[in-house]
Each structure stands twice: as structure tokens, then as C-alpha cells.
């Protein structure tokens, strides 16, 4: 699931994410105009914000699952991050050359459109790092030892209400 929703935020990316434009100075060889170059940090930008999102959203929602709380969810959710941060860079490049498709054989002195991309391996443990701080937090905020919730059960048998007894009477003319 975790994946799947990850693969989602590539797709978001690969629509949202700015082209870089380059002027054909040689064969195969381009050069960023003016304002262009800071596409490149865009792009990374906006990636690391969807992965930042994921990694609150997701861990949130599989926290609600209480029978599973504890080591093997926060494994579940470490591993779910990393493999859908891997799905996210590989879907949003595919829609990102989807939109811009690769000009073949420019003129020197056209302007070409360059699809985004991810070039560094760094964004895909901002997910992860997430998920990890968000259940980290979650299960500080817990209550309970064994991280399930704290409301007891209404039916429980073991909760019995008495009327409480009557207070100690001090009656001063007894003798005892």
C-alpha cells in the first residue's frame, strides 16, 4: 500500500516538476539559459516535499492498525518507505519524460526542452527518515507499555461500580 500510494506521489511530481530549456551550443552538448539552472533544484525540491508528506501521511494511517504497533510495523513502514520512495523517483521520471520527450538531433543555437529528473540518490531517505521520526513520536506519545489504545472496553466484566460505603461515624458518647 505504501508503495502504491508512493508511486502516486511520483506521478504528482512528474506532472508538477518544471522542464530545464538548454540552448544547443554543439552537438549533444547544451547550456542552461539564465534562471534555468535553478530548475534542476526544483525539481529535487518538490520531490522532497511529496516524500516529506508521504512520510507523515502514511505512517499515521498504518498506526491506526493497534494489533500491529511495535517493532514489526516500524519495520513495515522503514522498508514500505524506502522500496515507495525508489517506485516514486521511477514513475515521476517516466511521467516527466512522458511530458518533455527528448528532442533528437537539435539544431546548434535551438532551444530544447529537457525532461526533469532526480540525479541524486539522497532524496529517497527523506521519506524513510520521516516515517521513522513520525512513529518514533507516535509511540513516545503512547500511554501504554504495549502500545495499544488506553480507552478500556465498556463491556469489560472486570470493571464492576459499587456505591461507595458509608462514611466512619464518630459518635462521641460510645464507649469502646
Keep these: 500500500m505504501s508503495v502504491a500510494v508512493s508511486a502516486?506521489?511520483?506521478m504528482l511530481w512528474g506532472f508538477l516538476a518544471p522542464a530545464q530549456h538548454l540552448l544547443v551550443v554543439a552537438q549533444d552538448r547544451g547550456s542552461a539559459l539564465t534562471g534555468e539552472s535553478l530548475h534542476r533544484f526544483d525539481g529535487l525540491a518538490l520531490f522532497s516535499f511529496v516524500s516529506l508528506a508521504l512520510g507523515i501521511l502514511l505512517p499515521i494511517g498504518w498506526w491506526l492498525w493497534r494489533s500491529e504497533r511495535g517493532p514489526r510495523l516500524f519495520g513495515a513502514v522503514?522498508?514500505?518507505?524506502?522500496v515507495g520512495s525508489v517506485?516514486?523517483?521511477l514513475v515521476g521520471n517516466g511521467i516527466a519524460a512522458l511530458r518533455?520527450?527528448?528532442a533528437t538531433d537539435p539544431a546548434v543555437g535551438?532551444?530544447?526542452?529537457v525532461a526533469?529528473?532526480?540525479e541524486t540518490p539522497l532524496v529517497l531517505i527523506v521519506q524513510a527518515l520521516t516515517a521513522s521520526l513520525v512513529i518514533l513520536l507516535l509511540a513516545a506519545m503512547n500511554p501504554n507499555d504495549n502500545l495499544q489504545h488506553a480507552d478500556p472496553d465498556p463491556d469489560d466484566p472486570e470493571v464492576e461500580f459499587f456505591p461507595p460505603p458509608p462514611p466512619p461515624s464518630f459518635d462521641s458518647n460510645r464507649a469502646d
Aim: charge should be positive; avoid cysteine; glycine fraction near 14%.
Design 110 to 113: 535551438s532551444i530544447v526542452t
Design 78 to 82: 522503514f522498508v514500505g518507505a524506502l
Design 100 to 102: 518533455f520527450p527528448k
Design 8 to 10: 502516486l506521489g511520483g
Design 87 to 89: 517506485a516514486a523517483i
Design 116 to 118: 526533469p529528473s532526480i
